[in-house]
């Protein structure tokens, strides 16, 4: 199986901050990488996929970037509706794997 | 606008059984794949299986392999989970998850999950 490795688990950050989380994967998946958002007690939302690519109406100041094995989830300027835990997952394999998740807090 | 509503949740004792519904809405159900996710109560997102548009192929989670099967019914708008010998460790809320036909197969819609509890 393929193995996705998140970093940081957590962090706190402030609102207008630029905040980023990476994920690694344990082979290559070319660019075969999507992330979430879930806020507690809901369903996740799909954010970004094929590593780089918006998902419609999400907003502009999220974006991603990588390939190959090492990827990165950008906010550009963090917003009080931000926070939640946030899942990267590939889907290079047919059988799909996620991160560990990266919970936001807002300070 | 896309619908996905699971049912038939519950408790049930290990060794039991229980089967998944989603009723899915609001768009063409056979032209896409679909996929059930699990997260266990405080942890993270688990893929447990999927099947494509006519259900000729299905892939599971090494865990679920031969107690579970995915299974849909196009003329129903409808996606299945049956479950057999449960374990403690399949508590989880399950959701019901529509793949989004993108490039890079991903979820663009979810259900609003369905409870599995296991315990004696």
């Known amino acids: 199986d393929i193995q996705m490795t998140q970093s940081p688990s957590s962090l706190s950050a402030s609102v207008g901050d630029r905040v980023t989380i990476t994920c690694r994967a344990s082979?290559?998946?070319?660019?075969?990488l999507n992330w979430y958002q879930q806020r507690p007690g809901t369903a996740p939302k799909l954010l970004l996929y094929?590593?780089?690519s918006l998902q419609s109406g999400v907003p502009s100041r999220f974006s991603g970037s990588g390939s190959g094995t090492d990827f990165t989830l950008t906010i550009s300027s963090l917003q009080p509706e931000d926070f939640g835990t946030y899942y990267c997952?590939?889907?290079?394999?047919?059988?799909?794997?996620f991160g560990q998740g990266t919970k936001v807090e807002i300070k | 606008e896309v619908q996905l509503v699971e049912s038939g949740g519950g408790l049930v004792l290990p060794g039991g059984s229980l089967r998944l519904s989603c009723a899915a809405s609001g768009f063409t159900f056979n032209n896409h794949w679909m996929t059930w996710v699990r997260q266990a109560p405080g942890r993270g997102l688990e893929f447990v299986a999927n099947?494509?548009?006519?259900?000729?192929?299905?892939n599971y989670v090494d865990s679920v392999k031969g107690r579970f099967t995915i299974s849909r019914d196009n003329a129903k708008n409808s996606l299945y989970l049956q479950m057999n010998s449960l374990r403690a460790e399949d508590t989880a809320v399950y959701y019901c998850?529509?793949?989004?036909?993108?490039?890079?197969?991903?979820?663009?819609?979810w259900g609003q999950g369905t409870l599995v509890t296991v315990s004696s």
């Open positions: 082979q290559s998946i070319i660019t075969y």
């Open positions: 997952q590939q889907s290079y394999s047919t059988l799909w794997t």
């Open positions: 998850a529509r793949d989004s036909g993108h490039s890079s197969s991903s979820v663009d819609n």
């Open positions: 099947i494509n548009q006519d259900g000729s192929e299905k």
């Open positions: 094929a590593a780089s």
